[in-house]
């Protein structure tokens, strides 16, 4: 599968954004599909991951929780990543990613990656 992500974009806080990532390929449904970011000189981190088979969602840290939404479409091959609420420090390169497994937090467990989305809140 290979993963094209998209939707960032420059916003100001309080506002919200939808994030995309197409899959291609046909085992979309196979696949957990996961969103990690990376802020300027931080490591990148988990954000959200959907469970494919199963429609389960995890979400880290506690300070996305409530504010962002992971969700799919099957028909088109698409997971999203609905952000509102959003703050400064959510500013960061959004990257999606996939594996057959169930996958985790840990960017070590996903093997697909996409090319990343710039999101940028401004105060």
């Known amino acids: 599968v290979q993963l094209q992500a998209s939707g960032g974009g420059l916003v100001q806080a309080g506002g919200s954004l939808r994030l995309s990532c197409e899959a291609s390929?046909?085992?979309?449904?196979?696949?957990?599909m996961a969103w990690f970011r990376q802020a300027p000189g931080k490591e990148r981190e988990f954000v959200a991951r959907?469970?494919?088979?199963?429609?389960?969602?995890?979400y880290e840290p506690d300070s996305v929780k409530g504010r962002f939404t992971i969700s799919r479409d099957d028909a088109k091959s698409t997971v999203y990543l609905q952000m509102n609420s959003l703050k400064p420090e959510d500013t960061a390169v959004y990257f999606c990613?996939?594996?057959?497994?169930?996958?985790?937090?840990?960017?070590?467990?996903?093997?697909?990656w996409g090319q990343g989305t710039l999101v940028t809140v401004s105060s």
């Open positions: 959907i469970i494919l088979w199963s429609g389960v969602t995890t």
């Open positions: 990613a996939a594996t057959r497994s169930r996958g985790s937090t840990i960017v070590s467990s996903y093997d697909v």
């Open positions: 390929g046909r085992t979309f449904s196979s696949y957990t």
